[in-house]
């Protein structure tokens, strides 16, 4: 399992699922360009030491990650979705990816996915952001495929 982010704009955000994937033992692919540096301090400090523990992987463009990970089954975790993410059947190899902050994805990409995904949210409420959505939706994923660190099956 793949935790993804589509061309990310708030480098916070990263460094805290830069943070995450290390935490829970899952590598976490970047889809370029993104709207920072990676020399960012804000990225350092959301991060911190568990920055140099992240497997991390940098892709120039959508096509050159889909080259790499052809066979792979992509879910987009959009708001645009009708299926609810804990209805969602997931699977150990499936790539989780998540939108930019400002806009989501832009439906090319979304169409471009195997399947797609929501968290419910009350009415009237735009979105959460986005690297809580990440660990709510990885989660679960992982809890299902039996991937959890520590658990009795991963």
Not at 19 to 24: G, L, P
Not at 81 to 107: A, C, R
Request: charged share 20%; glycine share 8%; aromatic share 10%.
């Amino acid at each position: 399992m793949h935790l993804v982010l589509f061309q990310p704009e708030i480098p916070q955000n990263v460094g805290t699922l830069m943070r995450f994937s290390a935490c829970m033992g899952i590598p976490l692919d970047i889809i370029e360009p993104c709207g920072f540096l990676f020399t960012d301090k804000h990225l350092k400090r959301a991060g911190m030491d568990y920055i140099e523990l992240a497997t991390t992987h940098r892709f120039s463009s959508w096509k050159a990650f889909c080259d790499a990970y052809k066979g792979f089954r992509r879910v987009a975790v959009t708001a645009s979705s009708s299926q609810n993410y804990v209805e969602f059947s997931f699977e150990k190899n499936d790539l989780l990816i998540m939108g930019q902050e400002s806009i989501g994805f832009p439906s090319e990409i979304v169409a471009d996915c195997h399947e797609s995904v929501v968290i419910p949210m009350i009415p009237g409420r735009r979105s959460l952001n986005l690297a809580l959505s990440a660990a709510i939706v990885t989660t679960e994923a992982l809890r299902q495929t039996q991937g959890l660190p520590g658990s009795n099956h991963g």
